[in-house]
């Protein structure tokens, strides 16, 4: 017996939301990975900052990480579990030896820019195929992002900059 014979979702159209939802999967696995390093490793001014905000982040995409992966199963996709299989697919590429935290911030705001992107193509998929929950759980990512994006660029202005 399959879920989707109780969603009232087409099959096909269903299949098109999980080819995303694993992308995205990839994409949040590469990132959860960068933040974790940033917390670690991240020196300098504004550390004891950054590494507790760091830290909120990579607890945020592990939470987003299960919730995908929970969908992907819901709408009758398996979710991909191998490392090696999210570095061939992520458009987010794996960071090393950023120690410096405004380069973290700055990767840390081009992978949300990149996942923004993502979560609206993926509510227009989600859309067409009458997928409401997801399209529900991607807006509420994106309202999410947003204010994590102007909080970002805001700690990373310099104050006297107009």
Same mark, same amino acid.
């Given at each position: 017996?399959? /879920?989707?014979?109780? +969603?009232? +979702?087409?099959?096909?159209?269903?299949?098109?939301?999980?080819?995303?939802l694993?992308?995205l999967?990839?994409? =949040?696995?590469?990132h959860? &990975?960068?933040?974790?390093?940033?917390h670690?490793?991240?020196? @300098?001014?504004?550390?004891? !900052? +950054?590494?507790?905000?760091?830290e909120?982040? #990579?607890?945020?995409?592990?939470?987003?990480?299960?919730?995908?992966?929970?969908?992907?199963? /819901?709408?009758?996709? &398996?979710?991909?579990?191998?490392f090696?299989? =999210?570095? *061939?697919?992520? *458009?987010?590429?794996?960071?090393?030896?950023?120690?410096?935290?405004?380069?973290?911030?700055?990767?840390? +705001?081009?992978? =949300?820019?990149?996942?923004?992107?993502?979560e609206?193509?993926?509510?227009?998929?989600?859309?067409?195929?009458?997928?409401? !929950?997801?399209?529900?759980?991607? /807006? @509420? =990512?994106?309202?999410?992002?947003?204010?994590? !994006?102007w909080?970002?660029?805001? #700690?990373? &202005?310099?104050?006297?900059?107009?």
């Amino acid at each position: 017996m399959k /879920t989707l014979n109780f +969603l009232h +979702l087409d099959e096909k159209m269903a299949q098109n939301v999980v080819a995303s939802l694993q992308q995205l999967l990839a994409d =949040y696995q590469v990132h959860y &990975t960068n933040l974790r390093d940033f917390h670690w490793n991240v020196k @300098g001014h504004g550390f004891f !900052v +950054l590494h507790e905000k760091f830290e909120s982040l #990579y607890d945020d995409a592990a939470a987003k990480i299960d919730e995908i992966a929970e969908r992907i199963l /819901t709408l009758g996709g &398996t979710p991909e579990n191998r490392f090696s299989e =999210y570095l *061939k697919i992520a *458009k987010i590429k794996e960071t090393a030896g950023v120690k410096c935290g405004h380069d973290a911030v700055d990767h840390v +705001l081009d992978a =949300y820019g990149y996942l923004i992107g993502e979560e609206r193509r993926l509510i227009k998929l989600a859309e067409e195929a009458g997928d409401a !929950v997801t399209v529900d759980m991607m /807006t @509420g =990512y994106i309202a999410e992002q947003e204010k994590m !994006v102007w909080m970002l660029v805001a #700690y990373s &202005t310099p104050a006297c900059q107009k």
